[in-house]
């Protein structure tokens, strides 16, 4: 990768949690082009010590949660102090670490992830898969559920495949048995990072959302497709969807994605006065362009092209939701917004904005090279690659979130548990 191809440009500035094996301890950091900056070493060069809240460690701590718990004002003038040091050669030199040298941590403690279900296309899609109608309540609130926070892999961590009991599609009138997952799928997410936190008993004001919200990543929502058919009623998914959920390691702060906001799609009906945007109309949700790559054998399938914008409910509206009714917020927790499926289509006419492999079992949503070389589920040795990329349309620049990557482990052989 080239320094003009860099996603992580001067633009940008994402914070991160990384190690390396001069110095093994995880502390905090930046990215910039080709290299890490480590935070914690300009802490303790003094370089933060006028900006209110760093009278104690807080790049030095092995998560950012201490930074993050902090002021917005906190977070804008650090942004601005780290544009002015990095402009200087120098400085920068002096705290680079080479990124192909350090290795990424997840980036914040976390105590709570839920995860939403909120594409219009995905949405409908699934439905008509299963002969159902979305229901009513689907247009009235952000439909969300509780995950599990011990799901959370950062990129490049591989991902077995999961164990569950599942009914045999070959042979659908024979018991349920426990076995592998035989559909294995992602899901093209991202992940809301959570910042300062809100007591328990009180409910946000959707024009306060913005200043909960630390930062954006990739999401990776992995679904086990055989095993969420079986266990989904009543209560909802909870094998299927927990044997991993990788995020990208760099949060792109709320500061940077300023400059990326965009007007939402329209709402019908209307939605209900705590959740109805009452900000500026162009600054109702993001403009990130996302997509997903499985390589297999070598061979690498570009199968979903979308955008966060895309979203019937924006991630404003979800984390306005996800406090309603009093539960709180709490820093360094994480949102999945759900599977960005948009109804984008190709040259050819494919439905290009399908953001998991299930929704591809309708006809019409189909992609003819991926279909021939029989991709429909993901295999052992698969690996799935995501990306995004935005436009600062203050500034004309470009950047982007890095990889969120994984590849599939075999499951684990039979009987070795026990």
Not at 130 to 141: A, D, G, M, N, T
Not at 148 to 177: C, F, K
Request: aromatic fraction near 8%; proline fraction near 8%.
């Amino acid at each position: 990768m080239t320094v003009t191809e860099s996603p992580f440009t001067i633009d940008n500035l994402p914070y991160g949690v990384i190690s390396t094996p001069e110095k093994p301890t995880p502390r905090c950091a930046t990215a910039l082009e080709e290299d890490a900056i480590d935070l914690s070493a300009l802490e303790r060069d003094g370089y933060f010590k006028s900006i209110p809240g760093f009278e104690g460690e807080v790049f030095s701590m092995p998560t950012l949660n201490t930074f993050a718990s902090l002021p917005k004002e906190t977070h804008v003038q650090t942004r601005a102090a780290l544009l002015d040091l990095l402009s200087d050669n120098d400085i920068r030199k002096a705290y680079a670490i080479p990124l192909s040298k350090v290795q990424n941590h997840l980036p914040m403690e976390t105590k709570n992830f839920s995860d939403f279900y909120c594409s219009l296309e995905h949405t409908r899609n699934c439905s008509e898969l299963f002969s159902l109608k979305p229901p009513p309540s689907w247009f009235v609130i952000p439909s969300v559920y509780n995950g599990r926070q011990s799901s959370l892999r950062i990129s490049g961590t591989p991902i077995r495949r999961p164990w569950g009991v599942t009914i045999d599609p070959n042979r659908p009138n024979d018991p349920p048995a426990f076995r592998p997952s035989s559909r294995f799928d992602f899901e093209l997410e991202m992940g809301v990072y959570l910042s300062h936190p809100l007591p328990p008993g009180e409910i946000l004001d959707i024009n306060n959302a913005k200043d909960h919200i630390f930062g954006l990543v990739i999401l990776n929502d992995w679904s086990a497709r055989d095993i969420q058919s079986f266990e989904m009623a009543p209560l909802g998914p909870f094998h299927s969807k927990g044997s991993g959920t990788s995020i990208s390691p760099w949060i792109i702060p709320i500061e940077a994605l300023e400059g990326s906001l965009c007007h939402a799609r329209p709402q019908d009906p209307a939605p209900l006065r705590h959740l109805a945007w009452k900000g500026e109309e162009d600054e109702a949700t993001f403009d990130i362009e996302l997509t997903a790559r499985v390589i297999r054998k070598g061979k690498s399938y570009t199968v979903t092209e979308t955008n966060l914008k895309e979203l019937y409910w924006t991630p404003f509206q979800q984390i306005t939701h996800l406090c309603s009714a009093g539960e709180g917020l709490s820093t360094g927790d994480i949102f999945g917004t759900g599977t960005i499926t948009s109804d984008r289509t190709n040259d050819q006419g494919e439905q290009i904005g399908v953001a998991c492999l299930l929704e591809r079992g309708l006809e019409r949503n189909i992609l003819s090279e991926a279909s021939k070389d029989g991709l429909q589920f993901l295999e052992d040795g698969d690996e799935v690659v995501m990306e995004g990329w935005c436009v600062n349309h203050l500034t004309g620049g470009k950047f982007g979130f890095g990889e969120c990557r994984a590849m599939i482990l075999p499951a684990l052989a039979e009987g070795s548990w026990e």
